[in-house]
């Protein structure tokens, strides 16, 4: 029960980590193809509340969900993904914390608003600077430690292979728009830095979907296998002298 509890939370989490969709369902004087993420829920923008509802969402979610994966007893083996699971939770509660804490202007859109380097962090002079990078770096051990996971065959099989393909496939393709990112943010020009953004976090969601989906899928899996192992450790092989051919299946035609 635990863990399809923990999977669905993390399903939960990708979802509301995409509420940012919702710009599209408003008329918003900020452009996706140029405008960062942290600029929507920036203080005194319109429908703020919307995307801080749907952070803090993610943030709880991705807690409870780590927690329920750790306590009382772990409900999967291995380092990389006991570390999949820790960063889980500090995703969690830096994705709450940069909900919390958000940008209190936008230099360019609102008036009176100190103009401030461009790029990936827009101001850092703030601690939302701070809690975004915490989470971004949190979210890509998570995706990198719990892929490692699905690769690993073991006795026991890997822990979570439903991501071993089409999850890291998805995280693939969330490095590229990463690269696209920091190696455009060096340049001049126009290099639609917003949409490598929103192609970076909506990528973040679905795979924290799969994973979810992956975690529901692998209730029961370890504790099938291991009892099975149990049982031939512990079942003694016959004596020799106690097998003794058939006479009649033994006998040729």
């Not at 509340?49 to 007893?73: K, Q």
């Not at 890997?158 to 393909?165: C, D, M, Q």
């Not at 149990?230 to 035609?253: F, L």
Request: glycine share 8%; proline share 6%; charged share 15%.
């Amino acid at each position: 029960m635990r863990r399809s509890v923990a999977g669905i939370l993390i399903v939960v989490a990708g979802l509301c980590y995409s509420s940012w969709v919702l710009e599209f369902a408003w008329a918003d004087s900020l452009d996706p193809m140029r405008s960062f993420l942290s600029e929507l829920d920036a203080a005194n923008r319109p429908h703020r509340e919307i995307y801080v509802v749907g952070d803090v969402t993610t943030g709880i979610c991705a807690l409870v969900a780590a927690l329920l994966l750790l306590v009382p007893r772990r409900l999967f083996r291995g380092r990389t993904a006991t570390t999949a699971v820790l960063a889980l939770a500090v995703f969690g509660a830096a994705t709450i914390a940069d909900a919390l804490l958000p940008i209190e202007c936008i230099p360019g859109v609102d008036a009176g608003c100190p103009r401030e380097p461009s790029g990936l962090l827009p101001q850092l002079h703030h601690i939302h600077a701070l809690t975004s990078t915490v989470a971004v770096f949190a979210i890509f051990t998570v995706m990198i430690a719990a892929g490692v996971s699905a690769l690993r065959i073991t006795p026991e099989g890997s822990v979570w292979p439903a991501l071993r393909r089409i999850g890291n496939a998805v995280l693939v393709v969330i490095a590229l728009a990463t690269v696209w990112m920091l190696v455009a943010d060096n340049l001049t020009g126009d290099y639609r830095l917003g949409l490598a953004q929103r192609i970076q976090v909506g990528g973040m969601s679905l795979w924290l979907v799969l994973w979810g989906w992956a975690v529901v899928r692998s209730r029961g899996e370890g504790r099938s296998t291991t009892g099975a192992e149990c049982d031939s450790r512990t079942r003694r092989p016959p004596h020799p002298d106690s097998v003794r051919p058939n006479s009649a299946s033994s006998s040729s035609k």
